[in-house]
């Protein structure tokens, strides 16, 4: 099996090899990184490929119906119809729109969703560039696709797509603090910002278990990042036509739908990688269990779509600065003083610890929110 | 019961000309000039909280607005008031203020019938466009509606 | 130039057409995407054709946009009434070009059971091209995806070099008409 | 530019939901001025589907009218039958033999179950639920629809009632059909019921959003699920106990807090009350005669009548003058929605872009009956 | 160390020439039909009244300002969670107050009514 472990990464070594035969050693590092880039972006087209299918599919089953089947065997094929269509479809530009920001929102919000992609771990050595400071490139780049998405808002001076870019501003920015302050958790365990020591601080036991609550926060908070399922304000249907891409149609509109669905991909592997563990798993190849784990997050992703309705604006602003930040806040604390207790003593007792740690704060919260509750019906009894 | 009805509004309203008049739905006709009295007097004293419908017909010699009252305490049977209108100049006062109800409902025989409410706060077109001509529910309206030239000629 | 030659030079130069025609056409067929906008009863056919039951989805139609610049196919269903009139032309004229129209149920096609009525448009076709008519007042939702696929065969006919959106002098700009004091006027020939 | 004096000042959008949004129900615009997310002023704009009816009516004879009265309200197509068929009846005094009353009965109720049903599916979808409840709601419909094109032939339109009856008797294998389709109802109602009622999202979204006070309700002249959840205990099947209703035992379920979450709670627990109906009409069904004979050309006598029932949205009336010929003199429809529109300006001010929405969704409007 | 960031900036450019050269792609196989009618803003089938772009609510700059020093906040956060385990409990006692310090400014905010949404 080793072989089959680390496929791709003797398949790098073996081509630099040939390339370096013939070529000076910088020419082939250069080839090499030109061929790593074009197999990010060909693995970003097949992965929406194959979710855009997928999500209609599970979907339809989650309607009790049928998703695309006629499009090719199963349906499989129905995007590259989609593209080929989005391809040969006239692109408006609306008069009155500002034709610079306009054009420029879709090209500005496909950037971000590619390098975060360099960064993630998609097995044991298969990283493109395994930065030391990997999880804050994250959360910088991932606040790029705000200002596109806000553009695109701003741009088409369309009054639906203007009220979805403001929504999408106070989203974003809201929901970027609790779960950084939720990841922090993680990286305290590992005493590194790398994604890739990440994985390996997770060899023996899963954050998960050692952070539900953590894991938890920042699930809440990346799906509201992504504008998915029960947060999906700025491109509400029934409320603002389309949101923010309401004027954009043809190939704008495809890369907004591109940059849209791999986002949501990107949170659940960066989930994957945080707390599950990302490649590290019993038998199988570590790149199959990294996918594993990212389709099983993104499973959750789209079963919360096809039921959950959707927040209002200012419950989802209370909810994040009353609720989700102060509750990353504690749990932050308390998982140090949970790590500096524990320091030395192995395993079991980290483990033990944190486990009744969260179940406190857990205690906690339920009782305040049902002394909120009895409080505010005693108002409204009152009033 | 709408005849206790007419025998306590006769009281109420001596001087005014009401009339019973008889048939599967027994309705009192009133004048239009002493009809928001009768009507206050109807909602506050005898408890017709609820306006169900108001409804224009154009009669060849008259146009008649008729009003159909319920009140949600007591009992069923509507209580009909029957107003009439000049043939040229169609008004009626609006009972927008007892029953905020009647308002598009009013705007609404306006718009199709072509009777002006005294009193409504916005009296427009509710289904027809502003610009519109005539009024269609009138008997001398053709059903096709004035043809307009070029387009709709052809079809 | 005879007939063969003829012949032979048409083949020479379809072969290269027809390839990227079928591909070209046979992703424009399976992403058909409608506009969700219903009129009247029709609309809730199509909803009911867009359900479990009669699923739409599975030709890849399942993208409802609400917005017409996302959208190539704008389904007519219902009474065109002379005030929504404007409004339905507005719609088209705002689509991305490959667009197509399919005209559902009596009154789309002809005003139907309201024909000839002071606030009735007789069928869309006065100011739309309308490319598939699906009859019925109104029509089952198997008659709908009948009128799907009469849509996808049409698609499946056409070429880019004949197509109506590649050429130069086809004008595809319908005129949206006004609200006169009497009924519709169009743009141009607006005598009142 | 209209400007709000708050304390700095802004401007206000004048967004208009015109009508092509997916969430108006059909081709119904508001025109709603926006001062940041929230409502200063909102004002409905009607009439894009007035498809001339009442004219149509004048130009008609009687008994063409029925399938006019189809295209209402088209989603429940037979209590508007009904409405018109019983102010016909009682302009024309034609009684009405008792199986004929029974089938009406049944076919009405199964109607109000499918209005209900597909009402608080849109509702959901409204508020963001991608489809799911309305395709659960859709679902359930068609079986039903499958009863109605059983008995009537048609789907959706069905045409079915006459002036002393209904069109055919019931065909032989409707009856086991129909004790199936409604042994199945509670469970779909209590599955519903599971997906929504304690969903914490939809609770947020839909308590004490909309509140419509009682006298508030009674003073807009609002009826149906709107009145009731309002609190006002006015359910015309009760008061004017029309037709049949007065052997059957149900109740009338009110709501306590006013807002959109009652009148959601009002529609499910009316959608078991008749259920309820059902099972009561399956066992007192009679044998015997579904129609009565009348004259080729029918004359009803002079004079005009009103005759309302509680159409599944509330109010159905038909206002109807006849002058002794074969056409109605004057054919009026008070159409239940209208009148409940009359309410939604007063009901959405200071709310959000979000709630009126709901707000919109809970009123459950069908523009066909609108516009008329 | 030096390579990845080299790697880093070939991705940005390639990030960028991907969609725009498929947007030149396809501008170039496009139907280009532009029509007055068909360049007008869409607004469910009408004109639009009034003017898009207006002076927005002042909320919003409010929430930027809340979030700015929470964002700040977290920058501090991460050298201190990095070397966490370097440090011992001292370090952890005085995150307390410099967390506490920030949650005493959120509760500031909540109460004064910003985090309300209007």
Same mark, same amino acid.
Request: with cysteine; net charge negative.
């Given at each position: 099996?080793?072989?089959?472990?680390?496929?791709?990464?003797?398949?790098?070594?073996?081509?630099?090899?040939?390339?370096?035969?013939?070529?000076?050693?910088?020419?082939?590092?250069?080839?090499?990184?030109?061929?790593?880039?074009?197999?990010?972006?060909?693995?970003?087209?097949?992965?929406?490929?194959?979710?855009?299918?997928?999500?209609?599919?599970?979907?339809?089953?989650?309607?009790?119906?049928?998703?695309?089947?006629?499009?090719?065997?199963?349906?499989?094929?129905?995007?590259?119809?989609?593209?080929?269509?989005?391809?040969?479809?006239?692109?408006?530009?609306?008069?009155?729109?500002?034709?610079?920001?306009?054009?420029?929102?879709?090209?500005?919000?496909?950037?971000?969703?590619?390098?975060?992609?360099?960064?993630?771990?998609?097995?044991?050595?298969?990283?493109?560039?395994?930065?030391?400071?990997?999880?804050?490139?994250?959360?910088?780049?991932?606040?790029?696709?705000?200002?596109?998405?806000?553009?695109?808002?701003?741009?088409?001076?369309?009054?639906?797509?203007?009220?979805?870019?403001?929504?999408?501003?106070?989203?974003?920015?809201?929901?970027?603090?609790?779960?950084?302050?939720?990841?922090?958790?993680?990286?305290?365990?590992?005493?590194?910002?790398?994604?890739?020591?990440?994985?390996?601080?997770?060899?023996?036991?899963?954050?998960?278990?050692?952070?539900?609550?953590?894991?938890?926060?920042?699930?809440?908070?990346?799906?509201?990042?992504?504008?998915?399922?029960?947060?999906?304000?700025?491109?509400?249907?029934?409320?603002?036509?389309?949101?923010?891409?309401?004027?954009?149609?043809?190939?704008?509109?495809?890369?907004?739908?591109?940059?849209?669905?791999?986002?949501?991909?990107?949170?659940?592997?960066?989930?994957?990688?945080?707390?599950?563990?990302?490649?590290?798993?019993?038998?199988?190849?570590?790149?199959?269990?990294?996918?594993?784990?990212?389709?099983?997050?993104?499973?959750?992703?789209?079963?919360?779509?096809?039921?959950?309705?959707?927040?209002?604006?200012?419950?989802?602003?209370?909810?994040?600065?009353?609720?989700?930040?102060?509750?990353?806040?504690?749990?932050?604390?308390?998982?140090?003083?949970?790590?500096?207790?524990?320091?030395?003593?192995?395993?079991?007792?980290?483990?033990?610890?944190?486990?009744?740690?969260?179940?406190?704060?857990?205690?906690?919260?339920?009782?305040?929110?049902?002394?909120?509750?009895?409080?505010?019906?005693?108002?409204?009894?009152?009033? | 019961?709408?005849?206790?009805?007419?025998?306590?509004?006769?009281?109420?309203?001596?001087?005014?000309?009401?009339?019973?008049?008889?048939?599967?739905?027994?309705?009192?006709?009133?004048?239009?000039?002493?009809?928001?009295?009768?009507?206050?007097?109807?909602?506050?004293?005898?408890?017709?909280?609820?306006?169900?419908?108001?409804?224009?017909?154009?009669?060849?010699?008259?146009?008649?607005?008729?009003?159909?009252?319920?009140?949600?305490?007591?009992?069923?049977?509507?209580?009909?008031?029957?107003?009439?209108?000049?043939?040229?100049?169609?008004?009626?006062?609006?009972?927008?203020?007892?029953?905020?109800?009647?308002?598009?409902?009013?705007?609404?025989?306006?718009?199709?019938?072509?009777?002006?409410?005294?009193?409504?706060?916005?009296?427009?077109?509710?289904?027809?466009?502003?610009?519109?001509?005539?009024?269609?529910?009138?008997?001398?309206?053709?059903?096709?509606?004035?043809?307009?030239?070029?387009?709709?000629?052809?079809? | 130039?005879?007939?063969?030659?003829?012949?032979?030079?048409?083949?020479?130069?379809?072969?290269?057409?027809?390839?990227?025609?079928?591909?070209?056409?046979?992703?424009?067929?399976?992403?058909?995407?409608?506009?969700?906008?219903?009129?009247?009863?029709?609309?809730?056919?199509?909803?009911?054709?867009?359900?479990?039951?009669?699923?739409?989805?599975?030709?890849?139609?399942?993208?409802?946009?609400?917005?017409?610049?996302?959208?190539?196919?704008?389904?007519?269903?219902?009474?065109?009434?002379?005030?929504?009139?404007?409004?339905?032309?507005?719609?088209?004229?705002?689509?991305?070009?490959?667009?197509?129209?399919?005209?559902?149920?009596?009154?789309?096609?002809?005003?139907?059971?309201?024909?000839?009525?002071?606030?009735?448009?007789?069928?869309?076709?006065?100011?739309?091209?309308?490319?598939?008519?699906?009859?019925?007042?109104?029509?089952?939702?198997?008659?709908?995806?009948?009128?799907?696929?009469?849509?996808?065969?049409?698609?499946?006919?056409?070429?880019?070099?004949?197509?109506?959106?590649?050429?130069?002098?086809?004008?595809?700009?319908?005129?949206?008409?006004?609200?006169?004091?009497?009924?519709?006027?169009?743009?141009?020939?607006?005598?009142? | 530019?209209?400007?709000?004096?708050?304390?700095?000042?802004?401007?206000?959008?004048?967004?208009?939901?015109?009508?092509?949004?997916?969430?108006?129900?059909?081709?119904?615009?508001?025109?709603?001025?926006?001062?940041?997310?929230?409502?200063?002023?909102?004002?409905?704009?009607?009439?894009?589907?007035?498809?001339?009816?009442?004219?149509?009516?004048?130009?008609?004879?009687?008994?063409?009218?029925?399938?006019?009265?189809?295209?209402?309200?088209?989603?429940?197509?037979?209590?508007?039958?009904?409405?018109?068929?019983?102010?016909?009846?009682?302009?024309?005094?034609?009684?009405?033999?008792?199986?004929?009353?029974?089938?009406?009965?049944?076919?009405?109720?199964?109607?109000?179950?499918?209005?209900?049903?597909?009402?608080?599916?849109?509702?959901?979808?409204?508020?963001?639920?991608?489809?799911?409840?309305?395709?659960?709601?859709?679902?359930?419909?068609?079986?039903?629809?499958?009863?109605?094109?059983?008995?009537?032939?048609?789907?959706?339109?069905?045409?079915?009632?006459?002036?002393?009856?209904?069109?055919?008797?019931?065909?032989?294998?409707?009856?086991?059909?129909?004790?199936?389709?409604?042994?199945?109802?509670?469970?779909?109602?209590?599955?519903?019921?599971?997906?929504?009622?304690?969903?914490?999202?939809?609770?947020?979204?839909?308590?004490?959003?909309?509140?419509?006070?009682?006298?508030?309700?009674?003073?807009?002249?609002?009826?149906?699920?709107?009145?009731?959840?309002?609190?006002?205990?006015?359910?015309?099947?009760?008061?004017?106990?029309?037709?049949?209703?007065?052997?059957?035992?149900?109740?009338?379920?009110?709501?306590?807090?006013?807002?959109?979450?009652?009148?959601?709670?009002?529609?499910?627990?009316?959608?078991?009350?008749?259920?309820?109906?059902?099972?009561?009409?399956?066992?007192?069904?009679?044998?015997?005669?579904?129609?009565?004979?009348?004259?080729?050309?029918?004359?009803?006598?002079?004079?005009?009548?009103?005759?309302?029932?509680?159409?599944?949205?509330?109010?159905?009336?038909?206002?109807?003058?006849?002058?002794?010929?074969?056409?109605?003199?004057?054919?009026?429809?008070?159409?239940?929605?209208?009148?409940?529109?009359?309410?939604?300006?007063?009901?959405?001010?200071?709310?959000?872009?979000?709630?009126?929405?709901?707000?919109?969704?809970?009123?459950?409007?069908?523009?066909?009956?609108?516009?008329? | 160390?030096?390579?990845?960031?080299? $790697?880093?900036?070939?991705?940005? !450019?390639? %990030?960028?020439? +991907?969609?725009?050269?498929?947007?030149?792609?396809? #501008? &170039?196989?496009?139907?280009?039909?532009?029509?007055?009618?068909?360049?007008?803003?869409?607004?469910?089938?009408?004109?639009?009244?009034?003017?898009?772009?207006?002076? $927005?609510?002042?909320?919003?700059? !409010?929430? %930027?300002?809340? +979030?700015?020093?929470?964002?700040?906040?977290?920058? #501090? &956060?991460?050298?201190?969670?990095?070397?966490?385990?370097?440090?011992?409990?001292?370090?952890?006692?005085?995150?307390?107050?410099?967390?506490?310090?920030?949650?005493?400014?959120?509760?500031?905010?909540?109460?004064?009514?910003?985090?309300?949404?209007?």
């Amino acid at each position: 099996m080793p072989f089959l472990n680390d496929l791709f990464v003797n398949l790098s070594y073996w081509i630099h090899g040939f390339l370096a035969r013939f070529l000076p050693l910088w020419a082939a590092d250069l080839i090499m990184m030109l061929l790593t880039i074009a197999c990010l972006i060909v693995f970003a087209l097949i992965t929406i490929m194959f979710i855009n299918w997928l999500e209609r599919k599970v979907i339809g089953r989650f309607q009790d119906r049928y998703g695309p089947n006629r499009v090719g065997p199963l349906g499989i094929l129905q995007f590259v119809a989609d593209a080929i269509k989005m391809f040969t479809k006239e692109d408006i530009t609306p008069a009155n729109a500002d034709r610079v920001i306009f054009n420029l929102a879709p090209v500005m919000v496909v950037v971000p969703t590619f390098l975060i992609l360099a960064v993630l771990p998609f097995g044991r050595g298969m990283v493109a560039a395994d930065l030391n400071i990997g999880f804050l490139y994250i959360v910088a780049i991932s606040s790029l696709t705000t200002i596109a998405i806000l553009l695109a808002g701003w741009g088409s001076r369309n009054k639906y797509s203007l009220l979805g870019g403001m929504r999408v501003v106070a989203q974003m920015i809201s929901y970027e603090v609790p779960m950084v302050l939720s990841a922090l958790g993680v990286i305290m365990l590992t005493g590194s910002l790398s994604l890739v020591s990440i994985v390996e601080g997770q060899s023996r036991v899963p954050f998960i278990l050692l952070q539900p609550l953590g894991f938890l926060i920042y699930f809440i908070s990346a799906i509201a990042e992504v504008n998915r399922a029960p947060f999906d304000l700025p491109e509400a249907e029934s409320e603002i036509i389309a949101g923010y891409h309401t004027e954009y149609s043809g190939m704008k509109y495809a890369m907004f739908l591109l940059a849209e669905y791999i986002n949501a991909f990107i949170v659940a592997a960066i989930a994957a990688t945080l707390f599950l563990g990302g490649w590290q798993g019993p038998s199988l190849p570590p790149y199959v269990w990294f996918f594993l784990k990212a389709y099983a997050i993104y499973f959750v992703l789209m079963w919360l779509r096809g039921t959950l309705p959707r927040l209002r604006i200012d419950q989802l602003m209370g909810l994040a600065w009353k609720f989700l930040v102060p509750l990353a806040l504690v749990n932050l604390l308390v998982m140090g003083l949970v790590a500096t207790l524990t320091q030395g003593k192995g395993l079991f007792p980290l483990v033990l610890a944190s486990l009744v740690a969260n179940g406190l704060i857990v205690a906690a919260v339920v009782i305040i929110y049902a002394f909120a509750m009895r409080r505010r019906r005693q108002v409204e009894v009152a009033a | 019961m709408s005849r206790e009805v007419y025998e306590r509004l006769v009281e109420e309203f001596p001087e005014t000309s009401l009339e019973y008049l008889e048939g599967k739905d027994p309705a009192i006709s009133v004048k239009a000039d002493d009809l928001f009295e009768v009507a206050r007097h109807l909602k506050e004293k005898q408890g017709y909280d609820y306006l169900s419908a108001v409804t224009g017909v154009d009669y060849p010699d008259r146009f008649e607005v008729i009003y159909h009252l319920y009140s949600m305490k007591e009992g069923p049977g509507p209580l009909i008031l029957k107003v009439s209108a000049s043939k040229e100049e169609p008004e009626v006062p609006s009972l927008v203020s007892l029953w905020p109800g009647a308002n598009f409902q009013e705007r609404e025989v306006y718009d199709l019938m072509g009777i002006r409410f005294a009193g409504h706060p916005d009296l427009k077109r509710i289904l027809l466009w502003e610009g519109y001509e005539g009024h269609p529910l009138r008997k001398d309206f053709p059903i096709e509606g004035y043809q307009t030239i070029g387009q709709e000629e052809s079809s | 130039m005879t007939e063969e030659e003829h012949i032979a030079e048409q083949i020479r130069r379809n072969i290269i057409i027809t390839t990227i025609d079928k591909i070209y056409n046979w992703g424009r067929r399976s992403s058909v995407w409608p506009m969700g906008f219903g009129l009247a009863c029709c609309a809730f056919e199509m909803i009911c054709a867009a359900a479990s039951r009669f699923d739409f989805a599975r030709f890849g139609m399942e993208m409802m946009r609400p917005t017409p610049r996302q959208a190539d196919l704008l389904i007519v269903s219902g009474t065109v009434t002379k005030k929504m009139a404007p409004q339905v032309v507005r719609l088209y004229d705002q689509m991305p070009e490959p667009k197509y129209v399919l005209a559902m149920g009596a009154c789309a096609i002809s005003g139907g059971p309201f024909k000839d009525t002071y606030n009735v448009v007789n069928g869309i076709d006065t100011y739309l091209p309308v490319d598939v008519y699906v009859p019925g007042c109104p029509p089952r939702p198997e008659a709908l995806l009948e009128g799907f696929i009469k849509l996808h065969q049409m698609i499946e006919g056409q070429t880019i070099l004949t197509s109506p959106w590649y050429r130069k002098e086809v004008e595809r700009e319908m005129p949206v008409p006004i609200l006169g004091p009497r009924g519709l006027v169009l743009p141009g020939e607006g005598h009142e | 530019m209209q400007t709000v004096e708050t304390r700095l000042r802004t401007e206000t959008i004048t967004l208009n939901m015109g009508p092509q949004h997916p969430s108006t129900h059909g081709v119904f615009r508001m025109i709603i001025t926006l001062d940041g997310e929230t409502i200063v002023d909102l004002e409905p704009v009607m009439g894009y589907l007035h498809r001339c009816q009442e004219k149509i009516g004048e130009r008609n004879t009687y008994l063409q009218n029925i399938p006019y009265t189809d295209r209402l309200d088209y989603i429940c197509s037979m209590s508007n039958n009904l409405a018109y068929v019983m102010a016909v009846e009682k302009l024309a005094q034609i009684e009405v033999p008792e199986r004929a009353e029974y089938i009406r009965i049944i076919m009405v109720e199964l109607t109000r179950i499918v209005n209900h049903a597909v009402a608080i599916g849109a509702l959901l979808n409204d508020l963001g639920c991608f489809f799911t409840p309305m395709l659960y709601a859709l679902e359930e419909r068609e079986r039903i629809l499958d009863l109605f094109e059983m008995a009537s032939g048609s789907r959706m339109m069905c045409n079915y009632m006459r002036f002393g009856g209904v069109r055919y008797d019931l065909p032989p294998g409707f009856m086991p059909e129909l004790k199936s389709v409604v042994a199945a109802l509670p469970a779909f109602i209590d599955e519903f019921e599971r997906l929504l009622t304690d969903n914490e999202i939809m609770r947020i979204r839909c308590q004490g959003v909309g509140i419509l006070p009682p006298d508030v309700a009674v003073g807009y002249s609002c009826t149906g699920p709107l009145l009731r959840a309002s609190g006002v205990d006015y359910d015309i099947r009760k008061v004017d106990s029309y037709s049949i209703y007065d052997r059957f035992d149900f109740d009338v379920p009110l709501g306590t807090n006013y807002d959109v979450y009652d009148r959601y709670l009002v529609r499910i627990e009316e959608m078991r009350q008749s259920v309820r109906i059902l099972e009561q009409a399956i066992e007192q069904i009679p044998e015997g005669e579904v129609s009565v004979k009348l004259p080729r050309v029918f004359k009803p006598p002079e004079g005009d009548v009103y005759h309302r029932i509680e159409s599944p949205k509330g109010e159905l009336g038909f206002y109807l003058v006849s002058d002794g010929s074969t056409n109605p003199y004057r054919y009026k429809i008070r159409s239940p929605t209208f009148i409940n529109l009359t309410v939604l300006p007063e009901l959405c001010k200071g709310h959000k872009v979000a709630d009126v929405v709901a707000i919109l969704g809970s009123i459950d409007i069908v523009l066909g009956e609108v516009d008329r | 160390m030096l390579s990845d960031y080299a $790697f880093l900036g070939l991705l940005l !450019i390639a %990030a960028i020439l +991907f969609p725009l050269a498929a947007m030149f792609m396809a #501008f &170039l196989i496009r139907p280009k039909k532009p029509g007055p009618t068909k360049k007008s803003t869409y607004e469910c089938g009408l004109e639009t009244i009034g003017e898009t772009w207006v002076r $927005f609510r002042v909320q919003y700059y !409010i929430y %930027a300002l809340v +979030f700015v020093i929470f964002d700040i906040e977290t920058v #501090f &956060l991460y050298p201190w969670a990095v070397a966490y385990n370097q440090l011992g409990l001292f370090a952890l006692v005085e995150m307390f107050i410099f967390l506490g310090i920030l949650v005493g400014g959120l509760l500031y905010a909540w109460r004064k009514g910003v985090l309300e949404w209007f």
